[in-house]
Structure formats: structure tokens, C-alpha cells
């Protein structure tokens, strides 16, 4: 018998004992034991806090990010090797797909966030705020790793994903990792974390994994540390009310299984194509690793008048779905996790059944495959009906966790929007309409008590990533049942990972603590053009005071010829009544343009390659015929870019803080204009 590994301390070691039996969902047979018992999970947190944290806190976001696309692209070179152990879990082709590819696909995902982060270990949170009258003392907001370890305690369902969606994001903020998945299909995490270690590319310390259980791990944890859970709500409470986990003030993000649901809109016949979106949508929602997803479709809401025909529709497409061995290339479905499971998912439909009844499928009996509906966790699909949602509880309360949902009708939108929120917080909803009226009533009304919705239509059906699929840069989680957390999430959920901190000082001493220019920070004054620099000669809050020059009738009058812009404020002498202004007023765009006239170095070729755009501009004053302006223009930022390939220009961006004033030093004008500049090669 194969017993698990962890890897913990820096080495693979096995558990003491035999260990909890592992079974292969579709046969039934023994596969691996996993056991942590005699591990120290005190010593292994502070492993990863004294030995992966420092590694990861020196490395900036940049470095991070490659760091997880090296992995990624190591990871899919043993993408047959991670199928195969797959199949045992009772996932097909498809369900694979989705928790293994889907979980590299993490990694490609937020190595990409890499570029919305300085190349920096930490990065500013927001703007900058001044605190005082004459601008001397500011106050700015930053984020730094957390040095501790994010501990995640996963689900079943996704073995890899759910390892490597959590990873990704602990990762990129700096933060070591040590994953605890759920015993039952932890034998295809540990093959896939087995390559992560053997690959050498992440920090000694950065990753642990434990197989089986975790003990008195939770006991152990700081302040410093992040703990995040992925099951059902009950041992998602039990865990979070772990007394160290309080006393400590740990952070603790739940996302928790939730009963999910999807409204068929008042709008919709049999005869749009928006009817066979929707019919298409349950029945993969119900059937994907056999309804076991915390994100599954368990209710469904649909108009009264259509509720024989979506009942007729869906039993014809539920029984298009072949069920048996993942292995053999008819089967659409595999069985449950497990035996346990499969025990389970029956006890709670017995208890839906209080209040519906089954119109499609047996909860005896299910017909297989190249299998033994016995030996495997087989369940043939189940489709309830509950006629009266408003006066029942267990549709609402009672999730069972496979291929299970309730159809359910409404009266109008208000009610649907009603029996949404009778779940009392779900991951994700879906609703199908051609009407963005009624879509903007339900997203509005429903909002509340979900956190993601799918609004789907016959426009975006064909490319729509569907009601199930957490995106990375979307938040994964939801309120009140749903575990009031959020995963993943873009920039912002790096920043669960990271302390944030707000700084205050001078704008100097805070230009020099953050590495990005605070307006009214002393400049740094260099006789060399900075336009005569190389990307790595350029100092952040190098400054160039340019000359002066006086905007005339002329300029204004040449520019709206040349720009077309004629409109009235800047050409007509006679509408100016009642606006905002005393004489015909320059175009900001004039002024930006003769502000780029002083400031531009005018000579011979020089490292900057071209003007890469605009970030922000105000025009904060109006300027007449008549004005003396001149241009303060200060190194911001500077952000290294990657050469595409061999041929490409080594090079950065070079963000300059560009503020357009007159002779009174009042500001006509504040933007920040991007240069692309060669590095020296």
C-alpha cells in the first residue's frame, strides 16, 4: 500500500501509523493511505516562517511573477502523468481539465498580475493624501508581505486547483504556503506537489504539504499567518472559532459551499436561443464532477407558466448524459469522490424531499459504463421539484453535494430576487435573459446576498466562461452562508496577503521611503537632461525646471486650425456669458502641448524611444492669451520591462510627474506622461 508523503521542514517524510485508506472512486479499490500523524506543526510554521518567508520577502513582484510562470510551464510538462492519477478521483477528460489545467492556468494568470505591481517587494496602496496646509507633511498607505505562512485547508472537489489557485496569489504577495488538502483525493495533490518541489524553481520554504490530518495545526498559528478554508459551512465554523485563531485575531477567509442558483428570465420562450443557453447551462452546472462544486447550480428558479416545459427539457437533456468509468470515452459523468460521499449526498436528499419529489433520475438505482454501480460511488442525477419555495426551509438550507438541484417556480422578477436571497448568501447566481432591463433589476436586487453573477445571453453564451468557473482576476467567495470571504480576485486578492500600513512624513522622506515621487518632494537636480539618460541612469524625483513661454491670441487661434477644435470657449469672443470664463481660454490640450515643447530635449537621437501615453491629466486653471507658463517635470516611477524575445530593445517605462505652471507658481495643469526608454546595452 502506498502510503502519502508530506513534505514539511524541507524533506518528504511519512506519517507514523497506517493511515487513513484512500479509495479509487471507481473501482473502489484501495489506492494510497495518508496519515500526519508524529508531525510537529509548530515546528513546520515556524519553518516557513523563519525559512520561506525571508527568501520570498527579498523578491520583488516581478521576480515572483516569473517565478510562477516558470512553474506553470513546468507543471504542463507532466500534464499526462497528473491525468491519469485524475481518473481514480472519479474525474473525466473534462473534470480534469478544468481542476488541473485550470490550476496552471492560475499560475500563467497571476504571474500576468506581475505587471500591475512595482518591481518592488512591496507597493503603495492607493494615493497619497496631504495632511497639512503648506503640503510639508503627507500621508501614504503601503502593503508589505505578512512574514508568516498562509495556510490553506482545501476541499475535495479540486485536488490541484485548489492547491494551485491559493498558491498563485500567497505566492506573488511574498507569503510561504502550506497546504492541507482533504484527505480523500489528496493522493493527486501530492503527485502534483512533487513536481513543484522537484522543479527546484520556488524558495526552500515557499511551499509544505501536509496528507491527512491536520491536527493541532490551528493552534500554532499568529497573527502574521492567513488561514483559508474550502468545504462546507459547519467545519468551516469550527474551524474559524478556534480559540487561537480568535485570541490572536488570525485572518481567516471561508469560502464555503453554498446553494447556488439560476433564474430562467420572465423574457424567455422555447423558442430563443437563450431557452437552450439556459438548458445547457443546468445540465453541465449538475453533471460537472458530478455536482460536486461549491459552485454547482443546486437551485433553479423559472417563470410558472414555463415550469412543465423547462421540467420536460431538462429530463431530455439530463438523459443524454452517460454515466460509468471516466476512462471510457462515451462517459459524461464519474462518480462521487467516494463512498462516503456518494452515503452522504443521499441522507440530504431524503431531507429535500420533505418538501419536493424526484422528476428525473432514482436515487437507488443508476445505469454505468464499464463499471460496477456498486464498487464505484455512482449516483445517477437527481432533478427535484418544490412547487412552493416561499413556504419551504430545506431547499434553502440543505445542500447536497453531487449531482443534485430543485427546480422551483416564480411568479414575477421581485419574487425571484426573493427566493434568491433565501439561501442567505451564495457564491455565484446566474440569469439568463435577452432583457437588460430585467437583468439590471435582478443583478441589483440580488447583489446583496451573492458574490459573483452571471448575467447570460445570446451575445456573450458562445465565449461566457459559465456560472461554475472562478476567474482569477475575479473574487471567488460570497456572503453569509457562502463564508463572507473572497479568493483570488486580481490585484486585490494578492492584498489579502499583505499588511497595510499608513505612512506619514515629509513628501521627501516619504519619496525616498516608497520609491515613487510625492508631490512636493525636494527635486534632485542634474545639469544632464534627464531625455539624455539611459532607463537605469534616471533618478526617482530627478527634476528639470524648463524655460518659460508666453501663450498669445494667435497660438490659440493657429491651434484650434490645426486641431479642428473650434469649440465656442476658445474662439467666440461673444458666448462667454454665463460660463465659467472671462476671455477666449487655450485648449488644455494646447497647453500639454507646449509643455511638452519645454520639457522635450530637442537635440540629437537620445535613449528615449517614444511617448508611451498618459496616465492621469487635470487642467486645474484657465489660461488666456497672455499666460507665462513653464514646466516642472520629476521622475515619478520607473517600471522594467521584459524583452519579448532576443531581438527586443532592452528598455523600462519612465513615468514623469508633470506639473504646468504660471509665474505666480499656480498650477495650470498636473499630469503623469510615460516615456519609453532604452536601457544601456
Same mark, same amino acid.
Given at each position: ?48 516562517r ?15 511573477g ?9 507543471l ?76 490553506h ?14 498558491v ?25 506537489a ?71 428570465g420572465?423574457?424567455i ?39 412543465e ?12 448524459t ?12 464519474g ?17 429535500l424531499?420533505?418538501? *419536493?419529489?424526484?422528476?428525473? /433520475? +432514482? $436515487?437507488? !438505482?443508476?445505469? =454505468?459504463?464499464?463499471? @460496477? &454501480? ?23 438550507e ?16 421581485d419574487?425571484?430576487?426573493?427566493? *434568491?436571497?433565501?439561501?442567505? /448568501? +451564495? $457564491?455565484? !447566481?446566474?440569469? =439568463?435573459?435577452?432583457? @437588460? &432591463? ?16 452571471l ?33 483570488? /480576485? ?116 537620445c ?64 499630469g ?10
Amino acid at each position: 500500500m502506498n502510503k502519502l508523503e508530506n513534505y514539511v521542514l524541507g524533506k518528504w517524510i511519512q506519517g507514523d501509523g497506517d493511515g487513513q485508506l484512500l479509495y479509487n472512486a471507481v473501482t473502489g479499490e484501495a489506492v494510497a493511505a495518508a496519515t500526519t500523524k508524529g508531525l510537529d506543526f509548530k515546528s513546520i510554521l515556524e519553518y516557513g516562517r523563519n525559512t520561506g518567508s525571508p527568501l520570498l520577502c527579498k523578491m520583488t513582484f516581478q521576480q515572483r511573477g516569473l517565478m510562477l510562470r516558470s512553474l506553470a510551464l513546468h507543471l504542463q510538462k507532466h500534464l499526462d502523468k497528473f491525468y491519469e492519477i485524475s481518473y481514480k478521483t472519479g474525474a473525466t477528460k473534462a473534470d480534469s481539465w478544468v481542476d488541473i489545467e485550470g490550476g496552471i492556468g492560475n499560475l500563467f494568470a497571476n504571474a500576468s498580475l506581475r505587471r500591475k505591481f512595482p518591481d518592488e517587494s512591496f507597493c503603495l496602496d492607493g494615493e497619497s493624501h496631504n495632511l497639512s496646509k503648506n503640503g510639508t507633511f503627507i500621508g501614504q498607505h503601503i502593503l508589505v508581505p505578512k512574514e508568516g505562512v498562509a495556510v490553506h485547508i482545501n476541499a475535495f472537489n479540486f485536488p490541484v486547483w485548489g492547491m494551485l489557485e491559493k498558491v498563485a496569489v500567497n505566492l506573488l504577495a511574498g507569503v510561504p504556503a502550506l497546504v492541507k488538502p482533504a484527505s480523500i483525493t489528496s493522493y493527486l495533490t501530492e503527485i502534483v506537489a512533487k513536481e513543484i518541489i522537484a522543479s527546484g524553481i520556488l524558495p526552500e520554504g515557499a511551499l509544505q504539504l501536509i496528507c491527512g490530518s491536520a491536527g493541532d495545526l490551528l493552534d500554532h498559528v499568529t497573527a502574521q499567518d492567513v488561514v483559508t478554508f474550502t468545504g462546507s459551512a459547519t467545519t468551516g465554523l469550527m474551524l474559524k472559532s478556534n480559540q487561537n485563531i480568535l485570541r490572536e485575531n488570525v485572518p481567516f477567509n471561508m469560502e464555503a459551499d453554498s446553494l447556488n442558483c439560476i433564474v430562467l428570465g420572465e423574457d424567455i420562450n422555447p423558442d430563443m436561443p437563450e431557452w437552450d443557453i439556459f438548458i445547457k447551462e443546468v445540465r453541465k452546472e449538475m453533471t460537472t464532477k458530478a455536482g460536486q462544486k461549491c459552485t454547482a447550480i443546486r437551485r433553479i428558479f423559472v417563470p410558472a407558466n414555463k415550469l412543465e416545459d423547462v421540467h420536460i427539457a431538462l429530463g431530455k437533456a439530463l438523459a443524454q448524459t452517460s454515466i460509468g468509468n471516466p476512462l471510457n470515452e462515451k462517459v459524461r459523468m464519474g462518480p462521487l469522490a467516494g463512498q462516503s460521499q456518494r452515503v452522504e449526498v443521499k441522507e440530504q436528499v431524503q431531507k429535500l424531499l420533505a418538501s *419536493s419529489q424526484i422528476i428525473y /433520475g +432514482s $436515487l437507488d !438505482s443508476v445505469e =454505468v459504463i464499464d463499471a @460496477d &454501480a456498486n464498487k464505484g460511488a455512482f449516483i445517477s442525477p437527481l432533478l427535484l421539484l418544490d412547487e412552493n419555495p416561499l413556504l419551504s426551509n430545506a431547499v434553502h438550507e440543505v445542500e447536497a453535494f453531487g449531482p443534485v438541484a430543485t427546480l422551483m417556480p416564480y411568479q414575477n422578477m421581485d419574487e425571484a430576487i426573493h427566493l *434568491s436571497r433565501m439561501g442567505k /448568501g +451564495s $457564491l455565484c !447566481s446566474s440569469i =439568463v435573459t435577452a432583457n @437588460d &432591463a430585467i437583468a439590471k433589476q435582478y443583478v441589483l436586487g440580488a447583489a446583496n446576498y451573492h458574490g459573483r453573477i452571471l448575467v447570460l445571453n445570446n451575445d456573450c453564451a458562445k465565449e461566457s466562461t459559465g456560472h461554475g468557473s472562478p476567474l482569477p482576476l475575479l473574487i471567488h467567495g460570497g456572503p453569509g452562508r457562502a463564508g463572507g470571504g473572497e479568493e483570488m /480576485g486580481g490585484v486585490r486578492g494578492v492584498k489579502h496577503y499583505m499588511q497595510r500600513v499608513a505612512i506619514q512624513g515629509s513628501p521627501t522622506t516619504l519619496t525616498a521611503i516608497t520609491n515613487v515621487y510625492q508631490p512636493g518632494a525636494k527635486g534632485i537636480n542634474d545639469s544632464v537632461h534627464p531625455f539624455r539618460k539611459h532607463f537605469e541612469e534616471i533618478q526617482i524625483g530627478e527634476q528639470l525646471i524648463t524655460g518659460k513661454r508666453t501663450i498669445t491670441d494667435a497660438d490659440i487661434n493657429s491651434f484650434a486650425n490645426l486641431s479642428w477644435d473650434h469649440f465656442y470657449p476658445h474662439t467666440d469672443h461673444t458666448s462667454l456669458e454665463g460660463t465659467l470664463f472671462e476671455h477666449p481660454v487655450a485648449h488644455g490640450y494646447l497647453v500639454l502641448s507646449f509643455a511638452a515643447g519645454l520639457f522635450v530635449e530637442n537635440s540629437a537621437k537620445c535613449p528615449v524611444l517614444l511617448n508611451y501615453g498618459i496616465d492621469e491629466l487635470r487642467f486645474t486653471k484657465p489660461v488666456y492669451a497672455g499666460t507665462t507658463m513653464y514646466v516642472r517635470f520629476t521622475c515619478k516611477e520607473k517600471i522594467a520591462q521584459e524583452p519579448k524575445d532576443e531581438n527586443d530593445i532592452p528598455k523600462g517605462i519612465v513615468k514623469w510627474y508633470v506639473e504646468m505652471l504660471d509665474t505666480n507658481n499656480e498650477h495650470l495643469g498636473i499630469g503623469t506622461i510615460l516615456t519609453m526608454v532604452a536601457k544601456k546595452k
